[in-house]
């Protein structure tokens, strides 16, 4: 009988939670910012692929015996990198949404 009180209780909570316009703000920031960079992520690893196996442009001579393939692998490195680091500077905003989602959920 107690387990499905708290159960109850839980369900209670979650559903006031993700109804919180607090929590609506949270998914908002995140969606904005994930889903745009998502996009760019796959674009750029997916064109490296798609370009050497069906167009010649990466075949053409950057610096020496070094193509344009080359480069561009090389750079999916520094997006990859770069992405993380932008991610993780983000994330102490996200950090600070979630924060105030709990203390509102603290208060009720």
């Known amino acids: 009988m107690e387990a499905r009180k708290i159960k109850a209780t839980n369900e209670n909570d979650y559903s006031a939670i993700v109804q ?3 929590f609506q703000t949270l998914l908002s920031e995140k969606k904005k910012f994930i889903i745009p960079l998502t996009i760019f992520f796959f674009c750029f690893y997916f064109a490296l692929p798609v370009l050497t196996s069906y167009t010649t442009i990466l075949n053409q001579k950057f610096i020496g015996d070094i193509t344009w393939a080359w480069v561009f692998a090389f750079l999916q490195f520094v997006m990859t990198w ?4 932008l991610y993780t500077k983000k994330a102490a905003k996200f950090d600070q949404l979630a924060e105030k989602v709990l203390k509102e959920r603290s208060k009720s």
Do not use: E, G, N, P
């Open 20 to 22: 919180s316009s607090s």
């Open 82 to 85: 770069a992405l993380c680091m």
